[in-house]
């Protein structure tokens, strides 16, 4: 599951091209083959930051990627992404 805030997907680049939900969508494909939540947010982070560039979103970028695991597997590992 994943949950996005309005800024993460309303965030501008230097030439005024907003990131937009369809490049979120790809950003979670690239990244979706990642064993765990926290490297699939990672991804979607890194590649917005590439997209801003130098510059900062204008508004909070928050991101929230929850995973299913099956019975019985340990969350031993997942944690916080660092910013």
Do not use: K, N
Not at 52 to 71: H, M
């Amino acid at each position: 599951m994943v949950a996005w805030s309005p800024g993460l997907t309303g965030a501008i680049d230097a030439t005024g091209t907003l990131y937009g939900e369809r490049r979120l969508r790809e950003a979670l494909g690239r990244s979706a083959a990642q064993d765990d939540a926290a490297s699939v947010a990672a991804g979607v982070m890194a590649d917005l930051h590439r997209f801003c560039g130098s510059g900062r979103p204008d508004d909070d970028a928050t991101l929230l990627v929850l995973r299913r695991l099956p019975e019985g597997e340990s969350s031993a590992g997942e944690g916080r992404i660092p910013r």
